[in-house]
């Protein structure tokens, strides 16, 4: 990627409940991301702030959002 590319990556923060069903999100041409329930597949770990932090620390810059179904939404610039 080079720099100041962008990456669109979303979390789960909970383990199991509703919120935790496994999706696809598909970016459209336009300004829209399409979801779209895929096969259920068990999450395998839960990533709290300061976690997505750290994964990210080399990176210049990041916005982060919690939604409420439990998914952590996180556009990063690198």
Known sequence: MNPGGQV???FHTRM???ETANCRFHVTPGDD????L???IPI???FA???IEKLFAGWSGHKQFLAKD????????R
């Open 38 to 40: 895929a096969q259920p």
């Open 33 to 36: 991301v399409e979801v779209q």
């Open 44 to 46: 395998q770990r839960a």
């Open 16 to 18: 199991q409940g509703e």
């Open 8 to 10: 669109l990556a979303l």
């Open 49 to 51: 702030n300061r976690s």
């Open 70 to 77: 439990s998914v952590s939404e996180v556009i990063m610039t």
